[in-house]
C-alpha cells in the first residue's frame, strides 16, 4: 500500500504531500490544477521515464517521494519486495516503510533512492511492479496486446500458474535436446574436428600428469638447489657454532661449543644465593632448550637438503614440461587443471557417433511428447478459464451502462513458445445481434476504460492488498455508467488500496479519502497543492463539479443527497 506521497517542483506542483489511506482515494480538481501531475508523481516513483520538460519553470529540479507499507499484502508479494530491496542494499525505515524517492534535474538527469540507497530506475519499477499499478490511457492501450490479453485469462484461474510452470519445464527440456541434436547433426564436421582437438589436448596434459600447486613448488626448490652449498655451509656453520665441529661434521674451528658455553654460564649460577642470579640461572637454562631446538632443527634441515647432483636438472626439466602446459591452456597449473575439466565435461557432450544421435533423437521426442502434454492441459485450462472470464466480464459491462454489450476471449493455436500454444484475443460486440471484433476496432476510449475496469474488478476483487490508480477510467462516460464505475471502483477498494482521479462527482462521491487539487493563479504563475476534504468540504466539491453548483443550494442539496447515498451503499457492500 502507498502510505504517503510528497511532490516538489513537478508542474504546476511547487509543494505538496498527502498520506493515502486504505479504500477509495479520489483526486479531483480544476482543468489544469494538476490532478495528473500526481499521477506522473506515480510514474516516476515506478520507474517510469524522467521528462525534464515536467520540472516547473524556474525550478533546477523536481522531486517525488513515496512510502510503501507491505501490511496487509500477500505473504509472497512481502517476500519478493523485500528480496528486491535486500538485493539493492536498502532496507524499510522505523515504521516498517520503503521509502522510494525519484529526483529529475531540468538538465534531464535523473536519480532514483530505495531506503536511501541509490539504486537504478528500473529497481524501483521491479519493486512498484509489486505493489502498485497505473492504469491509463497508454495502459488501456496495451490491454490490446495479446501477450496482455493472455495475461489477463492466466490471472482468472489461479490453477493456470502451475500449469504454465510445468509447461515451461518441459518447454525448456525439450529446447536444450533439440538445440543439442540441431548441433550435432548440422555441425558434425566441425564437432569431429573439435573432438580431435579435445582428445590431444586432454593426452597431452594427462601425459605431463600436473599436480595442483606443483608449479610454485617446483620454484620453490629449485631456487635453494641452485644456492645449495651457501645453504649448507650456512647451516653447518651455525651448527657448528653452538654444538661444536663434531657434532657439525668436522665443520668449524676448536673454540668451544655455545651450548657448552650457556651451560657453563647457567650451571654457575644455579648455586648462587641471591634470587636475581637465580632468576638469571632460569633463563640461562631456557636459552640452553632454545639452542638444543635450533640445533635440532639445523641438523634436520642440513640433512635434507638435497645431495643428488643430478636432481636440479631433473627438476629444471619438469619445470619446462608445466610450461608446456602454462603457454597453452592457462597462466598456472591450477588453470590448466581447471581448462581440463572443462574439456573432459565438454568432450562427453560432443559424442556425434551413430548411437549417439539415435539417443539424441528419441530424447528430443520423449521431450516433445511431454511439452506437447503439458500445453493441451494448458490450453484446455485457458479455454475454460476464457469462457469464464468472458461471462464474468460482460455482466460487469451490463452494470457500466453498456447493457446489451457481449464480451468474449477467444484462444487460439501458435507455435510453442515460452508461454505456451495459446493466443488469446478479446473481441467485443455492442449486441448478441453483432459478431464480436477485436478490441481495437470495436471499442471506443470511454468503453475501453469500462473494460479495463471491468476486468480490474474481476481479476482483482478477490485478492487483497494491492494499490491500483486509475486515470481517466470515466473519460467519455456519464450519467448512469458514472454511477455504476463509483460502485464498482468502492467494491473494488473494499480489499485494495485504490487512486481514481476523476471528474465526475458521482465517482467522487464513493470515495473514503477525498483530495482536492486546487491551483492558486498569480500575474507569475500557477501553484497547486493537494487537500484533503472532510465531508463538508466534499459536499462543496461535489457541487462544484455538478456544472459549478457549489454556490447554490439547490447544487449543495443534490450534492449532499449524491454523497449521502454513495456513502450509504458503501458501508452496505462492506458489511
Not at 508523481?41 to 529540479?61: F, P
Not at 654460564?265 to 631456557?286: F, I, P, Q, Y
Not at 467485443?428 to 445481434?433: D, I, K, S
Not at 450534492?559 to 450509504?568: C, G, K, S, V
Request: glycine residues 8%.
Amino acid at each position: 500500500m502507498l502510505a504517503e506521497i510528497a511532490i516538489r517542483n513537478l508542474g504546476v506542483i511547487s509543494h505538496a504531500s498527502a498520506e493515502l489511506a486504505p479504500g477509495l482515494t479520489v483526486l479531483t480538481g480544476e482543468t489544469g490544477a494538476g490532478k495528473t501531475m500526481v499521477v506522473t508523481g506515480l510514474r516516476l516513483l515506478t520507474g517510469g521515464r524522467a521528462d525534464a520538460s515536467r520540472v516547473r519553470t524556474g525550478a533546477t529540479e523536481a522531486v517525488v517521494e513515496g512510502a510503501f507499507s507491505l501490511a496487509g499484502i500477500a505473504e509472497d508479494t512481502q517476500e519478493r519486495v523485500e528480496e528486491i530491496a535486500e538485493g539493492a542494499g536498502a532496507s524499510a525505515d522505523e515504521n516498517g516503510e520503503y521509502v522510494v524517492s525519484r529526483s529529475v534535474k531540468a538538465t534531464g538527469r535523473s536519480k532514483a533512492h530505495l531506503g536511501g540507497r541509490t539504486v537504478p530506475a528500473a529497481t524501483l519499477g521491479e519493486l512498484a511492479g509489486e505493489l502498485l499499478t497505473i492504469h491509463g490511457q497508454n495502459d488501456q492501450l496495451r490491454l490490446m496486446s495479446p501477450d496482455e490479453q493472455l495475461a489477463a485469462v492466466d490471472r482468472f484461474d489461479p490453477k493456470i500458474a502451475g500449469l504454465l510452470e510445468k509447461y515451461r519445464s518441459a518447454y525448456r527440456a525439450w529446447r536444450e535436446a533439440a538445440r543439442d541434436l540441431r548441433e550435432r547433426t548440422e555441425r558434425r564436421l566441425e564437432l569431429a574436428q573439435e573432438l580431435d582437438r579435445l582428445q590431444f589436448a586432454l593426452e597431452e596434459i594427462d601425459g605431463i600428469d600436473p599436480q595442483e600447486g606443483e608449479d610454485t613448488e617446483l620454484v620453490e626448490t629449485i631456487n635453494r638447489l641452485q644456492d645449495v652449498d651457501a645453504l649448507r655451509e650456512a647451516a653447518e656453520t651455525a651448527l657448528a657454532a653452538i654444538d661444536g665441529s663434531e657434532a657439525a661434521g668436522g665443520y668449524g674451528g676448536d673454540e668451544d661449543a655455545a651450548s657448552t658455553l650457556v651451560g657453563r654460564a647457567a650451571a654457575a649460577l644455579d648455586g648462587a644465593s641471591d634470587a636475581v642470579l637465580k632468576e638469571l640461572g632460569t633463563r640461562m637454562h631456557e636459552v640452553a632448550s632454545l639452542l638444543g631446538d635450533v640445533s635440532a632443527e639445523l641438523g634436520s634441515y642440513v640433512a635434507e637438503l638435497p645431495s643428488d647432483p643430478d636432481e636440479l636438472d631433473r627438476l629444471l626439466q619438469r619445470q619446462q614440461e608445466l610450461k608446456t602446459l602454462t603457454r597453452k591452456y592457462a597462466p598456472d597449473i591450477a588453470g590448466v587443471l581447471a581448462w581440463r575439466a572443462k574439456a573432459a565435461e565438454r568432450l562427453a557432450r560432443i559424442d556425434t557417433s551413430d548411437e549417439a544421435i539415435e539417443a539424441l533423437k528419441r530424447r528430443v521426442a520423449t521431450a516433445e511428447k511431454e511439452m506437447r502434454t503439458r500445453a493441451n492441459a494448458l490450453t484446455k485450462a485457458r479455454v475454460a478459464a476464457a469462457a469464464e472470464l468472458g461471462q464474468a466480464v460482460t455482466g460487469e459491462l451490463h452494470g457500466l451502462a453498456m447493457p446489451k454489450a457481449q464480451l468474449s476471449v477467444e484462444i487460439s493455436e501458435v507455435d510453442f513458445g515460452p508461454r505456451g500454444a495459446d493466443a488469446a484475443e478479446i473481441r467485443l460486440a455492442p449486441n448478441t445481434a453483432l459478431e464480436p471484433k477485436p478490441l481495437a476496432t470495436s471499442a471506443s476510449g470511454g468503453e475501453l476504460s469500462r473494460v479495463m475496469l471491468a476486468l480490474e474488478v474481476i481479476l482483482s476483487g478477490a485478492s487483497g492488498g494491492a494499490t491500483m490508480v486509475f486515470d481517466e477510467v470515466d473519460a467519455g462516460v456519464g450519467g448512469r455508467a458514472a454511477v455504476e464505475i463509483g460502485r464498482r471502483l468502492a467494491r473494488l477498494a473494499a480489499n485494495n488500496q485504490v487512486i481514481v482521479v476523476t471528474h465526475l462527482p458521482q465517482v467522487a462521491a464513493y470515495a473514503d479519502t477525498h483530495l482536492h487539487v486546487a491551483k492558486d493563479v498569480s500575474d507569475e504563475s500557477v501553484t497547486s497543492g493537494v487537500l484533503s476534504l472532510d465531508a463538508a468540504a466534499r459536499i462543496d466539491e461535489l457541487a462544484r463539479m455538478m456544472a459549478g453548483l457549489d454556490d447554490s443550494d439547490t447544487g449543495r442539496a443534490h450534492a449532499t443527497e449524491l454523497f449521502e447515498r454513495a456513502q450509504r451503499e458503501v458501508r452496505e457492500m462492506r458489511a
